[in-house]
């Protein structure tokens, strides 16, 4: 289902009509925690952040979830919940902390609500699974180990020896996990995508409107070589056994986990797929989807002409 691509130009009228309503919505929210209290209040935050809508907009989440406030998550005020509140809670820090996996703020959030959820034995697997993905998203490796330790009885995903490797430090400068050894060791490495044109497939692992995107590229006899030499597969998400089949399916070696969302300022990682054309360094032009007949979408070749391909 594909969506309109686009030059990487802002109209300004429709940006300044949608956080004209945003600011609405937020406004109306912090008025009812105003008239509620606090735990009240902070139920509407959660109930605002499960709304369907409101996982496809990176920025809205980040405006609803930062109305959070570490003394909500504090034990004496959790203990006010009733199970089924504490639940509303915990499942809309669990949408947070996996949309937005590399803030470890909600992270400790999320960890302090799981902690009243055992407090009360009622805590599921899913529940402890949850919170694993959780410390895996934000690369906090340590303490999803730990918690592996402390429920031996749960089966979690698995994540692979990750060694420190060579990587810049500062945010926004391109931090990737390679991953090898099928799947079983991952090692930080900077990317470059500075110098003459790059495609990138924001992508998600188990996506299969991505799949066919790819077959089609790699199926393309003009295209195939294009993507070949300039094109990298990038995902959030921490699934190095994912990343080595997409290795293997494709023949493609250049399938990277991004280290942090804010390594990538220019991307959204929301999406699968998400195509960026860049010029040394510059997004030139971006779309989403992939159409559903087949063959190359006519999207991804105004991308390649915007990137000098």
Same mark, same amino acid.
């Given at each position: 289902?594909?969506?309109?691509?686009?030059?990487?130009?802002?109209?300004?009228?429709?940006?300044?009509?949608?956080?004209?309503?945003?600011?609405?919505?937020?406004? &109306?929210?912090?008025?009812?925690?105003?008239?509620?209290?606090?735990?009240?209040?902070?139920?509407?935050?959660?109930?605002?952040?499960?709304?369907?809508?409101?996982?496809?907009?990176?920025?809205?989440?980040?405006?609803?979830?930062?109305?959070?406030?570490?003394?909500?998550?504090?034990?004496?005020?959790?203990?006010?919940?009733?199970?089924?509140?504490?639940?509303?809670?915990?499942?809309?820090?669990?949408?947070?902390?996996?949309?937005?996996?590399?803030?470890?703020?909600?992270?400790?959030?999320?960890?302090?609500?799981?902690?009243?959820?055992?407090?009360?034995?009622?805590?599921?697997?899913?529940?402890?699974?949850?919170?694993?993905?959780?410390?895996?998203?934000?690369?906090?490796?340590?303490?999803?180990?730990?918690?592996?330790?402390?429920?031996? =009885?749960?089966?979690?995903?698995?994540?692979?020896?990750?060694?420190?490797?060579?990587?810049?430090?500062?945010?926004?400068?391109?931090?990737?996990?390679?991953?090898?050894?099928?799947?079983?060791?991952?090692?930080?490495?900077?990317?470059?995508?500075? =110098?003459?044109?790059?495609?990138?497939?924001?992508?998600?692992?188990?996506? &299969?409107?991505?799949?066919?995107?790819?077959?089609?590229?790699?199926?393309?006899?003009?295209?195939?070589?294009?993507?070949?030499?300039?094109?990298?597969?990038?995902?959030?998400?921490?699934?190095?056994?994912?990343?080595?089949?997409?290795?293997?399916?494709?023949?493609?070696?250049?399938?990277?986990?991004?280290?942090?969302?804010?390594?990538?300022?220019?991307?959204?990682?929301?999406?699968?797929? =998400?195509?960026?054309?860049?010029?040394?360094?510059?997004?030139?032009?971006?779309?989403?989807?992939?159409?559903?007949?087949?063959?190359?979408?006519? =999207?991804?070749?105004?991308?390649?002409? &915007?990137?000098?391909?």
């Amino acid at each position: 289902m594909p969506l309109s691509g686009r030059l990487y130009l802002q109209d300004e009228l429709q940006v300044t009509t949608r956080l004209l309503f945003r600011l609405i919505s937020l406004v &109306a929210i912090l008025a009812a925690m105003g008239c509620t209290g606090g735990r009240r209040g902070v139920l509407k935050i959660a109930d605002e952040i499960g709304r369907k809508e409101l996982v496809r907009d990176a920025s809205s989440l980040k405006e609803s979830a930062g109305l959070l406030r570490e003394s909500d998550f504090v034990k004496r005020k959790l203990a006010r919940y009733s199970n089924e509140e504490i639940r509303r809670l915990y499942k809309a820090i669990g949408r947070i902390t996996f949309y937005l996996p590399g803030n470890r703020r909600f992270v400790d959030f999320q960890r302090n609500t799981l902690d009243e959820l055992v407090r009360r034995d009622n805590v599921s697997e899913h529940d402890l699974r949850k919170m694993y993905k959780a410390y895996v998203g934000a690369r906090l490796f340590d303490r999803a180990a730990r918690l592996h330790e402390d429920f031996p =009885h749960v089966r979690f995903p698995f994540i692979p020896k990750v060694t420190p490797g060579i990587a810049t430090a500062s945010a926004g400068s391109n931090n990737v996990f390679e991953v090898t050894d099928a799947g079983k060791t991952a090692r930080l490495r900077g990317l470059d995508l500075a =110098h003459g044109p790059r495609i990138v497939m924001v992508m998600w692992t188990g996506c &299969a409107v991505s799949e066919r995107a790819l077959d089609d590229i790699l199926d393309d006899a003009r295209l195939r070589p294009l993507f070949r030499d300039h094109g990298v597969l990038l995902t959030q998400r921490f699934d190095s056994i994912g990343v080595h089949n997409w290795q293997e399916r494709f023949d493609f070696s250049n399938v990277y986990v991004a280290r942090d969302a804010n390594d990538f300022p220019d991307f959204d990682f929301l999406t699968s797929p =998400h195509f960026y054309f860049l010029k040394d360094g510059k997004v030139v032009y971006d779309f989403d989807g992939w159409k559903e007949n087949g063959g190359p979408d006519s =999207h991804f070749l105004e991308g390649l002409a &915007a990137a000098g391909l």
